[in-house]
């Protein structure tokens, strides 16, 4: 925990490059089964040799003073590669830091090096990495969900006391639940985007994986606010701690008919998970509103629309001119296109393919223009429930972590996964994944989570409602 450890090191119990051989020898143990990281960073004794210097010069200790940081593939490190675990970045070494990089930083944290994830965090289970999958510390015969699967798994298995990742549909939270981690996904333009590789710029957001609400706290106030780099980012606002004016918490009645009785319906041990915390919150004084969200059912079909839609032109960057390898050709096109055949994995292949479609002459008003106004109803939906509660809570995935290769080859079934989680990415609030316990499957015992979501810049809410929840 970020605060103990610093205290430690305020004492002399500890010292940085201690923390740092930790979790190197953390790493050296088990990251040969795990495959969490892509890379560990050595100059990381440099920066913490720097670091107990002016510890024992007296320094007062900053933020993250000496906070051993995993950072997730496609969050840009100067001077390190960086290649949202992509075959066509192979090779590529970021010039500049994203902004959230400089801010931690210039709190003192440490990096430890680069985590892996899904194909430029498409997907959910991080099998979609070019470099082989991240297994569940939990149980290494299942995935550690994702796409942020490598910083969700490094956090849990003690290999990193942080991590960052990304969050596009649930990449944060996902993973952070099936791992037993915190995983926090700011409001929409909290933190600056500027340095994370994107996905999908309406809905891309960085936020902190850890081991307790606390440190995602600390972490989400260090690296958010507005940034010149990042024209969607905005200044720091929101109600400060104690906000809970009510303390009304709404539980959404369409989050369970969606998967009711369907094939791939609410794990009924999932289900007695969340309602352990419904009546755990009603103990603690919490009045439990059912609340409606009616729009929220068409929630994944919009994503799936607007989400290829900005994909594909993102990724029309990567040609094999500006960035990483080039494949030869007999002309410009026959060089992007071998690049791009050669460099982009089935399921990038399949979302660019699709954007395209859906943007295409003839068929944009039928689907992209159609699945903004469907994102613009949720919206209004959650708008509408935040009048009459403080925050809601859903379950943050249908299941516990399922098995390596269950569902790689049904992309359909792996799009369900992120039925709780993509309407909060399309309203554009925040929401947070706080371990509750565990449910016991095969003989393991698999970490679940449940979520809290509240109004834009009401992360302290989240925080609030998501100490109690972890300390339970
Ligand atoms: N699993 C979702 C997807 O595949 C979300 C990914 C993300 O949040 N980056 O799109």
Same mark, same amino acid.
């Given at each position: 925990?970020?605060?103990?450890?610093?205290?430690?090191?305020?004492?002399?119990?500890?010292?940085? $490059?201690?923390?740092?051989?930790?979790?190197?020898?953390?790493?050296?143990?088990?990251?040969?089964?795990?495959?969490?990281?892509?890379?560990?960073?050595?100059?990381?004794?440099? =920066?913490?040799?720097?670091?107990?210097?002016?510890?024992?010069?007296?320094?007062?200790?900053?933020?993250?003073?000496?906070?051993?940081?995993?950072?997730?593939?496609?969050?840009?490190?100067?001077?390190?590669?960086?290649?949202?675990?992509?075959?066509?970045?192979?090779?590529?070494?970021?010039?500049?830091?994203?902004?959230?990089?400089?801010?931690?930083?210039?709190?003192?944290?440490?990096?430890?090096? $680069?985590?892996?994830?899904?194909?430029?965090?498409?997907?959910?289970?991080?099998?979609?990495?070019?470099?082989?999958?991240?297994?569940?510390?939990?149980?290494?015969?299942? =995935?550690?969900?994702?796409?942020?699967?490598?910083?969700?798994?490094?956090?849990?298995?003690?290999?990193?006391?942080?991590?960052?990742?990304?969050?596009?549909?649930?990449?944060?939270?996902?993973?952070?639940?099936?791992?037993?981690?915190?995983?926090?996904?700011?409001?929409?333009?909290?933190?600056?985007?500027?340095?994370?590789?994107?996905?999908?710029?309406?809905?891309?957001?960085?936020?902190?994986?850890?081991?307790?609400?606390?440190?995602?706290?600390?972490?989400?106030?260090?690296?958010?606010? $507005?940034?010149?780099?990042?024209?969607?980012?905005?200044? $720091?606002?929101?109600?400060?701690?104690? #906000?809970?004016?009510?303390?009304?918490? #709404?539980?959404?009645?369409?989050?369970?008919?969606?998967?009711?009785?369907?094939?791939?319906?609410?794990?009924?041990?999932?289900?007695?998970?969340?309602?352990?915390?419904?009546?755990?919150?009603?103990?603690?004084?919490?009045?439990?509103?059912?609340?409606?969200?009616?729009?929220?059912?068409?929630?994944?079909?919009?994503?799936?629309?607007?989400?290829?839609?900005?994909?594909?032109?993102?990724?029309?960057?990567?040609?094999?001119?500006?960035?990483?390898?080039?494949?030869?050709?007999?002309?410009?096109?026959?060089?992007?296109?071998?690049?791009?055949?050669? #460099?982009?994995?089935?399921?990038?292949?399949?979302?660019?393919?699709?954007?395209?479609?859906?943007?295409?002459?003839?068929?944009?008003?039928?689907?992209?223009?159609?699945?903004?106004? =469907?994102?613009?109803?949720?919206?209004?939906?959650?708008?509408?429930?935040?009048?009459?509660?403080?925050?809601?809570?859903?379950? =943050?995935?249908?299941?516990?972590?399922?098995?390596?290769?269950?569902?790689?080859?049904?992309?359909?079934?792996?799009?369900?996964?992120?039925?709780?989680?993509?309407?909060?990415?399309?309203?554009?609030?925040?929401?947070?994944?706080?371990?509750?316990?565990?449910?016991?499957?095969?003989?393991?015992?698999?970490?679940?989570?449940?979520?809290?979501?509240?109004?834009?810049?009401?992360?302290?809410?989240?925080?609030?409602?998501?100490?109690?929840?972890?300390?339970?």
């Amino acid at each position: 925990m970020i605060k103990e450890t610093i205290e430690k090191l305020e004492k002399g119990e500890t010292s940085a $490059r201690e923390l740092v051989t930790h979790y190197q020898d953390q790493i050296k143990k088990k990251d040969s089964e795990l495959n969490a990281y892509r890379e560990t960073f050595d100059d990381a004794f440099e =920066v913490a040799e720097e670091i107990d210097k002016k510890i024992k010069h007296g320094d007062t200790p900053r933020a993250l003073e000496g906070i051993p940081f995993a950072i997730k593939d496609n969050i840009l490190i100067k001077g390190k590669m960086s290649g949202a675990s992509s075959k066509i970045l192979e090779g590529y070494t970021a010039s500049y830091d994203a902004t959230a990089i400089k801010k931690l930083r210039e709190e003192g944290a440490i990096f430890l090096g $680069r985590t892996n994830c899904d194909e430029f965090a498409m997907g959910s289970s991080t099998e979609n990495s070019a470099y082989g999958p991240t297994k569940n510390p939990a149980d290494v015969t299942r =995935v550690p969900g994702g796409s942020s699967g490598g910083s969700a798994a490094a956090v849990a298995a003690d290999m990193a006391l942080a991590a960052l990742g990304s969050d596009t549909g649930g990449s944060i939270r996902q993973p952070a639940a099936f791992c037993g981690a915190v995983g926090l996904k700011p409001t929409y333009g909290a933190v600056s985007r500027s340095g994370l590789i994107a996905m999908a710029s309406s809905l891309d957001q960085i936020g902190p994986i850890t081991k307790s609400v606390e440190d995602a706290e600390i972490i989400f106030n260090v690296i958010r606010g $507005r940034d010149e780099l990042d024209s969607t980012s905005l200044p $720091r606002q929101g109600g400060a701690s104690g #906000g809970l004016a009510s303390k009304i918490i #709404g539980v959404p009645r369409e989050y369970f008919s969606l998967v009711e009785g369907g094939k791939e319906g609410l794990d009924e041990d999932v289900a007695k998970k969340f309602s352990e915390a419904i009546d755990f919150l009603k103990n603690k004084g919490f009045e439990i509103k059912e609340v409606s969200l009616p729009s929220v059912r068409y929630a994944l079909a919009a994503y799936y629309i607007v989400m290829p839609a900005e994909v594909s032109a993102n990724l029309s960057r990567f040609d094999g001119v500006r960035y990483g390898p080039r494949e030869d050709g007999k002309n410009l096109f026959d060089v992007y296109a071998r690049t791009r055949e050669r #460099g982009f994995g089935p399921e990038v292949q399949r979302r660019i393919i699709l954007g395209t479609y859906v943007l295409s002459a003839g068929y944009y008003d039928a689907y992209y223009a159609r699945a903004q106004k =469907v994102r613009y109803l949720i919206r209004k939906d959650f708008e509408n429930e935040f009048k009459n509660v403080d925050l809601l809570l859903t379950p =943050v995935s249908p299941h516990p972590a399922f098995k390596i290769g269950e569902k790689i080859s049904n992309p359909l079934s792996m799009y369900l996964e992120d039925i709780y989680t993509v309407p909060i990415n399309l309203a554009g609030v925040p929401a947070i994944s706080v371990p509750f316990g565990t449910v016991s499957k095969e003989g393991k015992e698999l970490p679940v989570g449940v979520q809290l979501i509240a109004p834009w810049f009401e992360e302290s809410r989240l925080f609030e409602v998501g100490k109690l929840l972890e300390n339970k």
